[in-house]
């Protein structure tokens, strides 16, 4: 069974800097992608950085040249570092991998537990 584990959260500053680390365990097949969502209290989770099978990376506009996803040469592990930070970063922010890499369905993802990032101004 595949299981996501994720670590960096905490609290910064607004211009501050947070790195966020996923690692990915249990997975046994040899294709897989993985992405960084958010999600505030009463709102859909939202995509912030996904990667696809080619390494090309899709990031949210509100985080394009903030934020960057960076994988691991052993494919387990996605990092976000994320550089100036603004309040309205602050969230819960969710590790996620797919399988098939088409980042459709949302109920076919594995998602890890989620950590707290909060920004102050």
């Known amino acids: 069974q595949v299981h996501l584990t994720e670590s960096g959260g905490g609290s910064v500053e607004a211009g501050g800097s947070l790195r966020l680390s996923c690692v990915a365990s249990?997975?046994?097949?040899?294709?897989?992608?993985m992405g960084w969502f958010r999600q505030d209290p009463g709102k859909e989770r939202e995509a912030v950085a996904y990667?696809?099978?080619?390494?090309?990376?899709v990031y949210a506009d509100s985080v394009k040249g903030r934020f960057t996803a960076v994988r691991d040469s052993g494919r387990n592990t996605l990092s976000l570092q994320m550089n100036s930070l603004k309040p309205e970063d602050s969230s819960l922010y969710y590790c996620?991998?797919?399988?098939?890499?088409?980042?459709?369905?949302?109920?076919?993802?594995?998602w890890g537990q989620g950590t707290q990032v909060t920004v102050s101004s």
């Open positions: 990667m696809y099978a080619t390494g090309n990376i």
């Open positions: 249990g997975y046994k097949g040899s294709h897989h992608c």
């Open positions: 996620a991998l797919h399988t098939i890499c088409t980042w459709k369905d949302r109920q076919s993802y594995v």
